[in-house]
């Protein structure tokens, strides 16, 4: 028997022991336990060889080891979609909330939340669904509020307009009235002036209707295929009598999907304003070119204008603002509509500085190939 088992189950009363030994170049593994009578008392010393190979010894251990990793991944992976199944359930209602935040706008349409659960979470999805019925009924008095200050200020901007020419009017007609002598020698040129100021205020009211019922009721648009500069040119034909003044510039033939009728108010706008942009003093010189950048078709209307001032610059396109003193100030606020309208948009450059003054508006559609 080895004296280091004999050692260890004799002295050191282990109930067992197990070492490697090895005769010649054979190695073994040897376990020793006591062999007691019915008494406990120890009658010998039982060792138990183990002549299997060492190779064969680690190859079990590693696929108990491996058996082990596989039960753990196994559990692992089970845990893991546990999990995921428990917190999608309990994280459903809340992924419901987010999007409904997400959703939620002054003018969207806001959908309660549907949830029967009567927990804290249930109470959070309550006072949202409070909250946006709370939103719609202010955005339903919102809408109405816009509507009737806009109404209100557009009467007043037309009870404007109108008095301007009716003012004149009624003392033109007053002051003939007290001065008028059908025997007078100039009686006839004296009624034919009035007539004609009349008629005169009577064509601007006309116009002042016209303008104000134009923007109220834009013309639907009947979008079709049109070549941009063809349009351009045809716009420029019709402000010919300024001969030289208003030029287009050559270029390519650029094509977009608009309204024709809308184009063309939109150019006569444009160079309407340009014309009247430009002092007295000056010779007005209105170029109109056609080009294309970046998947857009621009239209540009440069003048040799004063420039538009810095204080103003933010209020060109709003409706009822004007820098002339005639005019309702509705022809660029329209441009922009229509421009808007056929998918594009509208902007300018401009400059105050002596020497340099002027103004762009550039025209940007969608282009076709």
Same mark, same amino acid.
């Given at each position: ?54 190779? *064969? ?37 809340? #992924? ?22 009567? #927990? ?41 307009? +109108? ?44 116009? +002042? %209707? ?20 063809? +349009? ?17 510039? *050559? ?15 939109? $150019?006569?706008? $444009?160079?309407?304003?340009? $014309? ?10 209105? *170029? ?25 610059? #933010? ?26 309208? %056929? ?27």
């Amino acid at each position: 028997m080895d004296p280091e088992a004999y050692r260890r189950l004799a002295f050191a009363s282990q109930s067992a022991f197990m070492q490697d030994e090895q005769i010649g170049t054979a190695s073994y593994s040897t376990a020793y336990a006591p062999f007691r009578n019915d008494r406990g008392t120890v009658l010998a010393y039982l060792a138990m060889p183990y002549f299997a190979r060492q190779s *064969e010894l680690e190859q079990e251990k590693a696929a108990g080891f491996a058996a082990l990793v596989n039960l753990f991944a196994l559990l692992f992976l089970l845990s893991a979609l546990a999990a995921a199944l428990i917190t999608a359930w309990t994280t459903r209602p809340l #992924d419901l909330l987010r999007k409904g935040l997400e959703r939620i706008g002054l003018g969207a349409r806001n959908v309660p939340i549907a949830y029967a659960g009567n #927990d804290e979470l249930g109470q959070l999805v309550q006072v949202y669904n409070t909250k946006v019925e709370e939103l719609r009924r202010s955005a339903e008095r919102l809408a109405r509020s816009e509507r009737e200050s806009a109404w209100r200020e557009m009467a007043q901007q037309v009870a404007h307009e +109108i008095k301007n020419p009716l003012t004149p009017m009624k003392l033109a007609i007053q002051h003939f009235q007290r001065t008028w002598t059908p025997d007078a020698p100039d009686a006839k040129p004296r009624l034919e002036k009035l007539t004609a100021g009349l008629v005169e205020q009577i064509d601007t009211l006309g116009r +002042i %209707a016209g303008e104000f019922s134009d923007f109220a009721q834009m013309p639907p648009a009947h979008p079709q295929r049109l070549n941009l500069r063809a +349009i351009a040119a045809t716009a420029v034909s019709l402000f010919a009598g300024n001969t030289g003044t208003v030029q287009l510039k *050559e270029g390519p033939e650029v094509m977009v999907n608009a309204d024709k009728e809308h184009l063309l108010r939109v $150019l006569n706008n $444009l160079i309407k304003n340009a $014309l009247q942009a430009v002092p007295d003093e000056v010779l007005p010189r209105i *170029e109109v070119s056609v080009s294309s950048r970046d998947g857009m078709a621009v239209l540009e209307v440069c003048d040799n204008g004063s420039g538009i001032p810095a204080d103003v610059s #933010d209020k060109i396109f709003t409706p009822n603002f004007t820098t002339k003193s005639s005019g309702m100030g509705l022809g660029l606020a329209m441009v922009k509509r229509m421009v808007e309208q %056929a998918g594009g948009n509208v902007r300018f450059e401009t400059s105050t500085e002596s020497g340099k003054t002027g103004t762009s508006f550039f025209v940007e559609l969608p282009l076709l190939p």
